[in-house]
């Protein structure tokens, strides 16, 4: 009982009933937390019983979910023509009872992202997501912004990250959500591209170097580089570069880098153990895709680390992730033999 009386407990008889000066609400997918004005934090379980709990089935008729300025979730009674803060599911939770992760993995190989999601609430977080109109960066937009996550389509054809916009508000027609031209096959591209985004003056939590292309035929970009080594890695390199300083101000902040398992099947260093800058961007005649591809997936991985090196001690991490063994999107587009063999894999492997 002391221990309760200086927690500020022993006030309320029930053991649902909120002490004073705390109060209930809902994030925007459902799950409940508790707000203790007098600490000014908040927190998912009760601050009596511990419990987790989320709201059951659908607002009732004639009630509508808003978000205000603050990024916090109220509700519009239209009939009766009031509002509130107070989640009109409340009276009806249910309690949720999580698994215990286990100290070595929380998630695995099966998880959604709306799992690796569940009960969080990202208003007022801006991401930057590039070759967001379709595949891995598509679902990963749309799942942010059902979050609540202010989110910027990079793509390289405006039309088509306009068409991934207009997708994702069908499924809730107050997504932040927005298409920018971003073009990694060209550095001015990626300059102006930083220039516009700047001009917003937002913050920006979480870059997503997602776009990427496989199995190209070997072309230079309009800078003289090999396409695949620019799209995949410099180009990226020079985004972050140049949003480098908006990230540190953003801080806490994130980098991630989408890269691939395939990075252990190739080298870029010479016979004497020095960097080969020729293999990098090579020539047509030592081209070959596989490759090409793989060892940029290398230099994503060494300049994620890098990068998390320079940047975590400001508050901005940096993570290279391996996505999946050929997920079936349209990645595999450049050859029809490729395409094959992602059709044939489709079955074992995880969906996007």
Not at 120 to 143: H, M, P, Q, Y
Not at 193 to 206: M, R, T, Y
């Amino acid at each position: 009982m002391a221990a309760l009386k200086y927690a500020g407990l022993e006030d309320t008889d029930s053991e649902e009933e909120l002490p004073p000066g705390w109060e209930e609400r809902t994030t925007k997918d459902g799950w409940v937390y508790y707000a203790n004005h007098l600490e000014e934090k908040t927190q998912w379980e009760h601050p009596k019983s511990g419990k987790r709990k989320r709201v059951a089935g659908d607002l009732p008729y004639g009630w509508e979910q808003e978000t205000d300025e603050n990024g916090q979730v109220y509700f519009v009674d239209h009939i009766n023509k009031r509002t509130t803060y107070l989640d009109p599911r409340l009276a009806f939770t249910v309690e949720d009872n999580p698994v215990k992760p286990t100290t070595r993995q929380k998630y695995d190989g099966n998880s959604t992202a709306m799992e690796i999601l569940q009960g969080r609430d990202l208003s007022g977080k801006v991401v930057i997501i590039t070759g967001a109109n379709s595949g891995i960066g598509f679902e990963t937009a749309k799942s942010l912004a059902l979050h609540g996550a202010c989110v910027i389509l990079a793509c390289r054809s405006l039309a088509r990250g306009k068409d991934a916009v207009q997708r994702i508000l069908e499924e809730w027609h107050k997504a932040k959500v927005e298409a920018m031209t971003l073009d990694l096959a060209s550095l001015q591209s990626v300059q102006h591209f930083a220039e516009a985004f700047k001009s917003k003056n937002l913050p920006l939590h979480v870059l997503i170097c997602n776009a990427a292309v496989f199995g190209a035929p070997w072309s230079l970009t309009e800078d003289g580089l090999e396409s695949t080594f620019q799209v995949n890695h410099l180009g990226h390199f020079y985004l972050v570069q140049l949003l480098e300083d908006v990230l540190r101000q953003s801080s806490p902040a994130r980098v991630v880098v989408v890269s691939s398992e395939s990075h252990r099947f190739t080298e870029i260093k010479d016979s004497s153990g020095k960097l080969d800058f020729s293999l990098l961007s090579p020539s047509k005649k030592e081209y070959w895709a596989m490759l090409a591809y793989n060892r940029s997936k290398l230099c994503n991985i060494l300049f994620s680390n890098e990068l998390n090196r320079r940047l975590s001690p400001h508050g901005v991490t940096s993570n290279s992730v391996h996505p999946g063994n050929m997920i079936y999107s349209s990645i595999h587009r450049n050859w029809w033999v490729y395409t094959l063999l992602f059709t044939l894999a489709r079955p074992f492997t995880k969906s996007m």
